[in-house]
């Protein structure tokens, strides 16, 4: 069975500084891999997602996450947050042939002014 | 925002009664998936369904019963609540292909006294 780790649970960060958080999952196959945020009293959207191909992909709102096969890691990225983008963000992952969605326990962002 | 309605939106009941859940669609998309979500927890998968009376169990599924009679409806059934299920359970569909994405539903806050 699959899993996935996010490391940070909770982040804080200036408006204008840079965002990595990390996602780390667990199988041995092969994966889709999304990224999924819940602005506050929202559910969940999707922010982007890795199928196959190039692996730094770009989502909305200026977010985009980077696939490395070798770490079996999928980190979230944006160049500079904005008081907007308080929410929080999970990692999901979907091994290839099976429809088992499995999150991670999430990483809530906060930005300040 | 995709044709997803739960219901009820907020249940208080009582421990050892029984409880359904309901998830009603419009979009005909063949996957559907309950899941709860828990500070600290993420959202965990409870039950999913692959199609018209085609289940399988998540990784929370001790306590859970589903069904699917028809593509647009999926009932989640608390067979016995306990204050430990009380969450907000939230309902997701998707379709495979390259346009894959989990669409969320509002979510249904259960508290279990």
């Known amino acids: 069975a699959q899993s996935v780790s996010q490391h940070n649970h909770h982040v804080i960060l200036s408006e204008a500084a840079s965002l990595e958080l990390g996602c780390n999952y667990s199988y041995g196959g092969t994966v889709n891999l999304f990224w999924y945020v819940q602005y506050p009293g929202q559910h969940l959207q999707l922010l982007l997602k890795y199928f196959s191909g190039d692996p730094l992909v770009k989502g909305i709102k200026g977010f985009e996450a980077e696939f490395i096969k070798s770490k079996f890691s999928f980190n979230l990225r944006k160049p500079s947050v904005q008081w907007s983008d308080t929410a929080e963000y999970f990692c999901?992952?979907?091994?290839?042939?099976?429809?088992?969605?499995?999150f991670g326990t999430g990483t809530k962002l906060q930005v300040i002014p | 925002d995709a044709g997803i309605t739960q219901s009820p939106r907020h249940k208080v009941t009582e421990t050892g009664t029984p409880v359904t859940l309901r998830c009603h669609q419009t979009?005909?998309?063949?996957?559907m998936y309950w899941y709860r979500q828990d500070p600290g927890h993420g959202l965990r998968l409870i039950h999913y369904?692959?199609?018209?009376?085609?289940?399988d169990k998540g990784e929370v599924s001790d306590g859970y019963s589903v069904s699917r009679s028809k593509t647009e409806d999926f009932l989640l059934t608390l067979e016995s609540a306990t204050s430990s299920q009380t969450s907000v359970y939230f309902c997701?569909?998707?379709?495979?292909?390259?346009?894959?994405?989990?669409?969320f539903g509002s979510g249904t806050q259960l508290s279990v006294l």
């Open positions: 369904s692959y199609g018209v009376k085609d289940t």
């Open positions: 997701a569909i998707s379709e495979s292909g390259s346009n894959e994405k989990l669409f």
């Open positions: 979009e005909n998309h063949r996957y």
């Open positions: 999901a992952v979907r091994p290839v042939g099976y429809q088992k969605v499995t």
